[in-house]
């Protein structure tokens, strides 16, 4: 049997030396943010089950983490000492329940009832050390395993116990003398089946379960070719099929051909060794008590991950108890002070100032960027005052200064820049045009004849026919003919009345491929302005019927296939230079949810978005989006207009803390499909546990009333690395007909308002590399009407009641005669005595014109405070005599009077259609209402329906 073993060993490592890996570990190191919410930040263990949930076992029980929240696992009540409830081991079995190994036995959580069973390896001593879970396994054949400190356990499903395996040592009576043969620290079962086991002081284990074979591998100090030590912490087998063993005295790799080992404590992998994964290159991991040890196997280096007191970006503690590897790629740490997780992502260089270095930024706030192509350099204009130079394929800059020039006042403020076709830079500042000759190293104001002073330039545009475009703050646009050496102000064919601060203040010109120039007024749309003709095509968000989708834009690109893109306050807008019209897609604003300040194309692949909340990847079709974050060395969450450019494959985008240089080809390889799935659903009720739902085809069912379906739908992606760019999009069927974007940042929707009926809520996740999963459906929903609801309860109460007086009539026939001749009675009697109102006199007349005069002309309704002493003031009368009044005339009380006004100006105003965009309370408030609870009361009382079921009418006669 182990011959076969070293040819299988063989085969895998040779296919171990051909194998590349990829360059020196480059990651980030996150400090997990509940880790204060954790029951104890002492890590014993880490591990996943198979919804996606990350299981943390620490020193004072274990919780869950579904990436949004941390949920601490309910206490058994027999577990209450301080020691019990410490965590060795997690394993979760192949129906997601979860074992968990104590000091005090094993637990067993099943998710779908909320159960926890309690298992004692041995129940008739519970001070036996066999009840010490040190580790648990799964089997080939998907049994639980597990390892105690006296002997081997496995879990027997038909009699739901814990049953002593004969294939390990165990005594009744432990002597501490011998207890290190009997301990199994460690159990591991390898690709081929084998049962690995590792001792406290014993060495090392393998058993053949199925002959009943085994072999024992112990510590040499004489022979190197032995295991590193016999107190063995963990086994691993990496991906190629090596096993690697974590001692106290560092790590060795078995060598199946010869069965030897081989150590590692020559690279620097010495002392105590708890732990170890490996990540998709084959590079190991290994939690030791110094930190964790970044393991290239191909080149027998070892990179340091160490505490760092002075960073963030650091581990908590260089006690690292536990490593796990998600299936999302992330790499989990248990520490003595908590989890950290060590992420492989894209970085992006950050070049910025640096203080003591002059090949650096000269100040960080930055204006424009612009690119020599030919030369392959950026000019970047900066807030001091300061021009600065990058080549990009020396990585060196060179600095100019307008202040050492002694210009007239306001050219040291830099408002904009922009490279001309003769290679000189223009300057527009807030006192008029610098061009600096790039040949000749010179800077000076740019002359016109006849002399024509502009002072503080915003916006620049050189078209190709060489004329230079000015936006002049509080003048307009102005032109520079090349040819004529003179610059004119451009009339601008459009009515300034009322707009003058709009139209005179440019933010930004653009020249398209059909020579139109493109104007951006401050907040007030965009123009399309042609030259030839002197005409002007001016659009804004009202005009184009939310085609331009905002009328604040920063930016303008135009795309090979004559599409122009426009950066706004509300994401981009797309404008057809074939057809002249605005095209709406609603899912790129929707993807996007945010201000976009600049754009650069990579076509045909992908739009790249300097945005408000970061740098947004998205592909031209609007369907795969990615943001980037501070957390992946972005130089802030705001990136500036005007601080954009492209010197192919690389991007850059800036704001006030540098600039970002961005390779196009970075390949992103989180190649994890998420599979989403419902958390929990709130509303009024409180949380419903999905787990605890029913389910149709194996999707969990939900039953709500229409009257009362409001309800919060949270769920994950249970994608760990870099989790804060996972996305999500949902539909619900039949009712929706495309897919609806969750806004960034988001895991959760709102139900919306549905008929009742059957419904299904489908939705597809994508990972941090923008990598969807394929649509399922995750919930069922079944919206019963209300009233349908309502009529079968009634019916139901009216059965059951005539039921129930057949039985009493049947049983007392006597009692229901007596009480029909009393209803008899008071029936008669209501009909004799019916309420009728005064016919008010000529005097009585006008105080009641009056009343109502109150409330229909002056709307003394609207008073939340109004009182009856108020009223009577108004209509100069006693409290008495209004009280007669409202009684004798109206048939009404105080109360009940005011309410019927306040409750028919709610209606009025709900049918007027500007106020549809205020809330039911808003105008509640507005009629008087002080109260959302008087509101609702007092409205069915008065119409005899909710306000909800109003507005439902309103909507159905519309």
Same mark, same amino acid.
């Given at each position: 049997m182990f011959g076969f073993a070293r040819q299988i060993t063989i085969v895998l490592l040779l296919c171990i030396a051909n194998v590349g890996y990829l360059s020196a570990f480059n990651g980030n190191?996150?400090?997990?943010?509940?880790?204060?919410?954790?029951?104890?930040?002492? %890590?014993?263990?880490?591990?996943?089950?198979?919804?996606?949930?990350?299981?943390?076992?620490?020193?004072d029980w274990v919780a869950y983490y579904d990436g949004y929240s941390l949920q601490t696992l309910p206490l058994p009540q027999n577990v209450n000492h301080g020691f019990y409830k410490r965590i060795y081991s997690l394993q979760n079995d192949t129906r997601d329940r979860m074992w968990i190994g104590t000091p005090y036995g094993a637990f067993r959580y099943d998710k779908r009832n909320r159960e926890i069973v309690h298992f004692l390896p041995n129940e008739n001593d519970i001070n036996s050390k066999s009840n010490v879970i040190y580790s648990i396994a799964l089997s080939p054949d998907n049994q639980i395993w597990l390892g105690t400190r006296n002997g081997i356990y496995q879990y027997d499903e038909p009699s739901n116990k814990l049953l002593l395996s004969p294939l390990f040592a165990h005594h009744k009576t432990f002597n501490e003398a011998l207890k290190s043969e009997r301990i199994a620290k460690c159990i591991y079962f390898d690709k081929m089946g084998l049962l690995w086991v590792g001792t406290e002081g014993n060495g090392l284990v393998v058993i053949n379960t199925k002959d009943r074979t085994h072999r024992s591998f112990h510590y040499s100090l004489t022979?190197?070719? =032995?295991?590193?030590?016999?107190?063995?912490?963990?086994?691993?087998? +990496?991906?190629?099929?090596?096993?690697?063993?974590? =001692?106290?005295?560092?790590?060795?790799?078995?060598?199946?051909? +010869?069965?030897?080992?081989?150590? *590692?404590?020559?690279?620097?992998?010495?002392?105590? %060794?708890?732990?170890?994964t490996e990540?998709?290159?084959?590079?190991?991991?290994?939690?030791? +008590?110094?930190?964790?040890?970044?393991?290239?196997?191909?080149e027998q280096s070892v990179e340091w991950l160490k505490n760092n007191p002075g960073s963030e970006n650091t581990l908590l503690s260089n006690d690292v108890m536990s490593i796990y590897k998600d299936r999302s790629g992330a790499i989990w740490c248990g520490t003595s002070k908590g989890v950290c997780r060590i992420e492989r992502q894209p970085r992006f260089p950050l070049l910025q100032n640096l203080p003591e270095s002059e090949n650096s930024l000269s100040n960080?706030?930055?204006?424009?960027?612009?690119?020599?192509?030919?030369?392959?350099?950026?000019?970047?204009? =900066?807030?001091?005052?300061?021009?600065?130079?990058? +080549?990009?394929?020396?990585?060196?800059f060179t600095h100019y200064s307008l202040s050492a020039l002694k210009l007239q006042p306001g050219y040291n403020q830099i408002r904009?820049?922009?490279?001309?076709?003769?290679?000189?830079?223009?300057?527009?500042?807030?006192?008029?045009?610098l061009e600096y000759n790039t040949l000749q190293n010179t800077i000076y104001p740019k002359i016109f004849n006849p002399q024509t002073e502009l002072k503080e330039i915003y916006a620049l545009l050189e078209s190709r026919n060489g004329d230079i475009w000015m936006g002049v703050l509080d003048k307009g646009l102005y032109r520079y003919d090349n040819k004529s050496n003179k610059v004119e102000e451009v009339?601008?064919?459009?009515? $300034?009345?009322?707009?003058?601060? %709009?139209?005179?203040?440019?933010?930004?010109?653009?020249?398209?491929?059909?020579?139109?120039?493109?104007?951006?007024?401050?907040?007030?749309?965009?123009?399309? $302005?042609?030259?030839?003709?002197?005409?002007?095509?001016? $659009?804004?968000?009202?005009?184009?019927?939310?085609?331009?989708?905002?009328?604040?834009?920063?930016d303008i690109v135009e795309l090979p296939d004559k599409m122009l893109v426009f950066?706004?306050?509300?994401?981009?807008?797309?404008?057809?230079?074939?057809?002249?019209?605005?095209?709406?897609?609603?899912?790129?604003?929707?993807?996007?949810?945010?201000?976009?300040?600049?754009?650069?194309?990579?076509?045909?692949?992908?739009?790249?978005?300097g945005t408000e909340q970061g740098i947004v990847r998205i592909s031209m079709t609007g369907n795969n989006i990615i943001r980037f974050s501070e957390r992946d060395g972005l130089q802030g969450p705001l990136f500036n207009y005007q601080v954009a450019a492209a010197l192919p494959p690389y991007l850059y985008f800036g704001g006030n803390n540098g600039f970002n240089k961005i390779d196009t080809r970075i390949q992103f390889d989180n190649s994890f499909i998420p599979w989403p799935s419902v958390l929990k659903i709130q509303n009024d009720n409180g949380s419903i546990d999905v787990n605890q739902l029913q389910t149709e085809n194996n999707i969990p069912a939900l039953s709500l009333s229409s009257r009362n379906h409001l309800c919060e739908i949270a769920f994950s992606a249970y994608s760990y690395q870099n989790e804060w760019r996972n996305r999500y999009q949902y539909k619900i069927l039949p009712k929706d007909s495309v897919w609806k974007w969750v806004t960034f940042g988001k895991n959760s929707i709102m139900l919306p308002s549905l008929k009742s009926g059957k419904y299904t809520l489908m939705l597809r996740g994508a990972n941090s590399d923008g990598k969807w999963g394929d649509a399922h459906e995750v919930l069922i929903i079944r919206v019963k009407s209300f009233w349908a609801i309502v009529i079968w309860s009634i019916l139901g109460a009216i059965a059951l009641f005539g039921f129930l007086l057949y039985l009493l009539n049947k049983r007392y026939p006597h009692i229901l005669k007596n009480y029909q001749k009393i209803l008899s009675k008071k029936k008669n009697k209501v009909l004799k005595n019916p309420v009728k109102l005064k016919e008010p006199d000529e005097k009585n007349q006008k105080i009641v014109n009056a009343l109502i005069a109150t409330m229909e002309t002056d709307h003394l309704y609207t008073n939340k405070r109004l009182n009856k002493a108020q009223l009577a003031a108004v209509l100069k009368l006693t409290?008495?005599?209004?009280?007669?009044?409202?009684?004798? $005339?109206?048939?009404?009380?105080?109360?009940?009077? %005011?309410? *019927?006004?306040?409750v028919e100006a709610v209606k009025e105003k709900l049918k007027d259609p500007k106020y549809k965009d205020i809330t039911l309370m808003g105008v509640a408030d507005e009629c008087g209402f002080n109260s959302k609870t008087s509101f609702y009361r007092v409205f069915k009382e008065v119409t005899g329906i909710t306000p909800a079921d109003y507005l439902e009418q309103l909507k159905n006669k519309r």
């Amino acid at each position: 049997m182990f011959g076969f073993a070293r040819q299988i060993t063989i085969v895998l490592l040779l296919c171990i030396a051909n194998v590349g890996y990829l360059s020196a570990f480059n990651g980030n190191v996150d400090q997990f943010r509940l880790n204060f919410e954790l029951p104890s930040r002492s %890590v014993q263990c880490i591990t996943q089950d198979k919804q996606g949930l990350i299981w943390i076992g620490t020193n004072d029980w274990v919780a869950y983490y579904d990436g949004y929240s941390l949920q601490t696992l309910p206490l058994p009540q027999n577990v209450n000492h301080g020691f019990y409830k410490r965590i060795y081991s997690l394993q979760n079995d192949t129906r997601d329940r979860m074992w968990i190994g104590t000091p005090y036995g094993a637990f067993r959580y099943d998710k779908r009832n909320r159960e926890i069973v309690h298992f004692l390896p041995n129940e008739n001593d519970i001070n036996s050390k066999s009840n010490v879970i040190y580790s648990i396994a799964l089997s080939p054949d998907n049994q639980i395993w597990l390892g105690t400190r006296n002997g081997i356990y496995q879990y027997d499903e038909p009699s739901n116990k814990l049953l002593l395996s004969p294939l390990f040592a165990h005594h009744k009576t432990f002597n501490e003398a011998l207890k290190s043969e009997r301990i199994a620290k460690c159990i591991y079962f390898d690709k081929m089946g084998l049962l690995w086991v590792g001792t406290e002081g014993n060495g090392l284990v393998v058993i053949n379960t199925k002959d009943r074979t085994h072999r024992s591998f112990h510590y040499s100090l004489t022979d190197s070719t =032995t295991i590193s030590s016999d107190f063995i912490e963990n086994i691993y087998e +990496d991906s190629f099929g090596s096993l690697w063993i974590a =001692t106290a005295d560092g790590l060795c790799r078995l060598r199946r051909d +010869d069965n030897n080992f081989e150590r *590692y404590n020559q690279i620097g992998i010495n002392g105590l %060794v708890t732990d170890m994964t490996e990540d998709k290159t084959g590079t190991l991991f290994l939690a030791t +008590d110094n930190g964790v040890a970044i393991f290239n196997k191909k080149e027998q280096s070892v990179e340091w991950l160490k505490n760092n007191p002075g960073s963030e970006n650091t581990l908590l503690s260089n006690d690292v108890m536990s490593i796990y590897k998600d299936r999302s790629g992330a790499i989990w740490c248990g520490t003595s002070k908590g989890v950290c997780r060590i992420e492989r992502q894209p970085r992006f260089p950050l070049l910025q100032n640096l203080p003591e270095s002059e090949n650096s930024l000269s100040n960080n706030s930055l204006i424009f960027l612009q690119a020599d192509k030919a030369k392959n350099q950026l000019w970047i204009g =900066t807030a001091n005052a300061g021009i600065d130079r990058y +080549d990009v394929a020396t990585g060196l800059f060179t600095h100019y200064s307008l202040s050492a020039l002694k210009l007239q006042p306001g050219y040291n403020q830099i408002r904009t820049g922009i490279l001309l076709q003769n290679g000189n830079l223009l300057l527009g500042t807030g006192g008029g045009l610098l061009e600096y000759n790039t040949l000749q190293n010179t800077i000076y104001p740019k002359i016109f004849n006849p002399q024509t002073e502009l002072k503080e330039i915003y916006a620049l545009l050189e078209s190709r026919n060489g004329d230079i475009w000015m936006g002049v703050l509080d003048k307009g646009l102005y032109r520079y003919d090349n040819k004529s050496n003179k610059v004119e102000e451009v009339s601008l064919p459009v009515e $300034y009345s009322g707009k003058k601060d %709009v139209y005179t203040n440019i933010k930004v010109l653009f020249e398209d491929s059909e020579n139109n120039i493109w104007i951006v007024f401050y907040q007030g749309g965009i123009g399309r $302005y042609s030259p030839a003709n002197k005409t002007l095509d001016l $659009y804004t968000q009202t005009s184009t019927h939310n085609g331009l989708n905002d009328n604040i834009v920063w930016d303008i690109v135009e795309l090979p296939d004559k599409m122009l893109v426009f950066a706004t306050g509300s994401g981009i807008s797309f404008f057809n230079l074939k057809t002249k019209t605005f095209e709406k897609r609603k899912n790129f604003n929707a993807a996007i949810n945010g201000s976009v300040t600049s754009i650069l194309p990579v076509w045909p692949d992908y739009l790249w978005l300097g945005t408000e909340q970061g740098i947004v990847r998205i592909s031209m079709t609007g369907n795969n989006i990615i943001r980037f974050s501070e957390r992946d060395g972005l130089q802030g969450p705001l990136f500036n207009y005007q601080v954009a450019a492209a010197l192919p494959p690389y991007l850059y985008f800036g704001g006030n803390n540098g600039f970002n240089k961005i390779d196009t080809r970075i390949q992103f390889d989180n190649s994890f499909i998420p599979w989403p799935s419902v958390l929990k659903i709130q509303n009024d009720n409180g949380s419903i546990d999905v787990n605890q739902l029913q389910t149709e085809n194996n999707i969990p069912a939900l039953s709500l009333s229409s009257r009362n379906h409001l309800c919060e739908i949270a769920f994950s992606a249970y994608s760990y690395q870099n989790e804060w760019r996972n996305r999500y999009q949902y539909k619900i069927l039949p009712k929706d007909s495309v897919w609806k974007w969750v806004t960034f940042g988001k895991n959760s929707i709102m139900l919306p308002s549905l008929k009742s009926g059957k419904y299904t809520l489908m939705l597809r996740g994508a990972n941090s590399d923008g990598k969807w999963g394929d649509a399922h459906e995750v919930l069922i929903i079944r919206v019963k009407s209300f009233w349908a609801i309502v009529i079968w309860s009634i019916l139901g109460a009216i059965a059951l009641f005539g039921f129930l007086l057949y039985l009493l009539n049947k049983r007392y026939p006597h009692i229901l005669k007596n009480y029909q001749k009393i209803l008899s009675k008071k029936k008669n009697k209501v009909l004799k005595n019916p309420v009728k109102l005064k016919e008010p006199d000529e005097k009585n007349q006008k105080i009641v014109n009056a009343l109502i005069a109150t409330m229909e002309t002056d709307h003394l309704y609207t008073n939340k405070r109004l009182n009856k002493a108020q009223l009577a003031a108004v209509l100069k009368l006693t409290e008495l005599q209004l009280a007669q009044i409202l009684k004798e $005339y109206i048939g009404k009380g105080f109360a009940d009077f %005011v309410n *019927y006004y306040r409750v028919e100006a709610v209606k009025e105003k709900l049918k007027d259609p500007k106020y549809k965009d205020i809330t039911l309370m808003g105008v509640a408030d507005e009629c008087g209402f002080n109260s959302k609870t008087s509101f609702y009361r007092v409205f069915k009382e008065v119409t005899g329906i909710t306000p909800a079921d109003y507005l439902e009418q309103l909507k159905n006669k519309r």
